[in-house]
């Protein structure tokens, strides 16, 4: 069995990794490119639920629904 801080550790890695821009396999309006979900983790409570998006290459920002 592993110690609490260890699993605590191995969580906190998990969760940072998961946190990371994630390719969404959505183009950019302005480019065309495949945006990114900017940060995976939060979801926006409105209705229907959204999540922020971003183009690395031409910076748009904007939302997209969950």
């Known amino acids: 069995?592993?110690?609490?801080?260890e699993h605590n550790k191995?969580?906190?890695k998990r969760y940072i990794t998961m946190n990371e821009?994630?390719?969404n396999g959505i183009a950019c309006p302005n480019c065309g490119v495949e945006l990114f979900?900017?940060?995976p983790?939060?979801?926006l409570t409105s209705l229907?639920?959204?999540t922020h998006i971003h183009c690395e290459i031409c910076g748009y920002r904007g939302t997209r629904y969950c």
């Open 37 to 39: 979900d900017s940060n």
């Open 1 to 5: 069995m592993k110690t609490l801080d």
């Open 41 to 43: 983790n939060v979801t």
């Open 21 to 23: 821009s994630q390719l």
């Open 48 to 50: 229907p639920p959204q």
């Open 10 to 12: 191995e969580a906190f």
